[in-house]
């Protein structure tokens, strides 16, 4: 499918585990963003990357890992969940840098951890 | 670091009737961006409107159309002709040219339109 998409939609996990979510692009963007949505704080910026193997963390990057080894997917894993991590993540691309490049934000992907 | 702000947590607006949803922000640049995004219920972000702060003119998108007060910080959207599609979550962002793109936002504004 052409776009940006995520997967699962939906994930349900116990605190302490693992759990990696999946962002793919098929437009070759060289920047891609995740961030997290919740109630009262909008979108907050976890980590980003500007190219395959530039990575950089965002605003709230504490207990997750990212990488990028292929232009077209950015994976998002919390290595050992919480609680407070309980959350809606956003994927997004850009196609390079600057402010007048639009970002294209993938469906999201509800996360409970229990 | 730049901080977006919208005061209203929740607006309504009749059918057919127009509604300005408030956004200001802090920044010390001079080049930025800003933006509204749409969220409906499916979640999926939507680009409504955007603005270049160097740019004199308000931004129009059909229905859409902002009111930039870059002296007062002010980035206000207004919605003409509402419709029940315009139901959704909008939030307002801003964008730094020098910061590896990356998107601040406010906490947004549920719009509920009714009939």
């Known amino acids: 499918d052409a776009g940006i998409t995520q997967s699962p939609r939906y994930k349900i996990t116990e605190t302490g585990r693992q759990v990696t979510l999946m962002c793919h692009q098929t437009?070759?963007?060289?920047?891609m963003f995740w961030y997290r949505q919740d109630l009262g704080h909008g979108l907050r910026l976890i980590y980003y990357?500007?190219?395959?193997?530039?990575?950089d963390k965002g605003e709230v990057p504490d207990g997750y890992v990212v990488s990028r080894s292929k232009t077209e997917n950015f994976p998002l894993t919390l290595e050992s969940a919480t609680r407070s991590q309980t959350s809606v993540y956003f994927c997004?691309?850009?196609?390079?840098?600057?402010?007048?490049?639009?970002?294209?934000f993938g469906p999201g992907t509800r996360l409970t951890v229990t | 670091a730049q901080t977006v702000t919208q005061s209203q947590p929740e607006m309504s607006v009749q059918e057919a009737e127009t509604v300005t949803l408030s956004c200001t922000y802090d920044?010390?640049?001079?080049?930025?961006?800003l933006f509204w995004y749409k969220q409906p219920p499916s979640r999926q972000m939507i680009l409504v409107i955007r603005?270049?702060?160097?740019?004199?003119q308000n931004a129009t998108e059909n229905r859409f159309s902002v009111n930039f007060q870059k002296a007062a910080k002010s980035f206000s959207l207004k919605i003409s002709d509402s419709q029940l599609g315009d139901a959704a979550m909008y939030f307002c962002?801003?964008?730094?040219?020098?910061?590896?793109?990356?998107?601040?936002f406010g906490t947004g504004t549920r719009l509920q339109v009714t009939l």
């Open positions: 997004a691309s850009s196609e390079s840098w600057g402010a007048s490049y639009e970002q294209y």
């Open positions: 437009w070759s963007h060289s920047y």
């Open positions: 990357s500007a190219a395959a193997d530039i990575t």
């Open positions: 920044t010390s640049e001079s080049d930025y961006y």
């Open positions: 603005q270049e702060a160097y740019k004199q």
């Open positions: 962002a801003y964008r730094s040219p020098g910061t590896a793109s990356k998107l601040t």
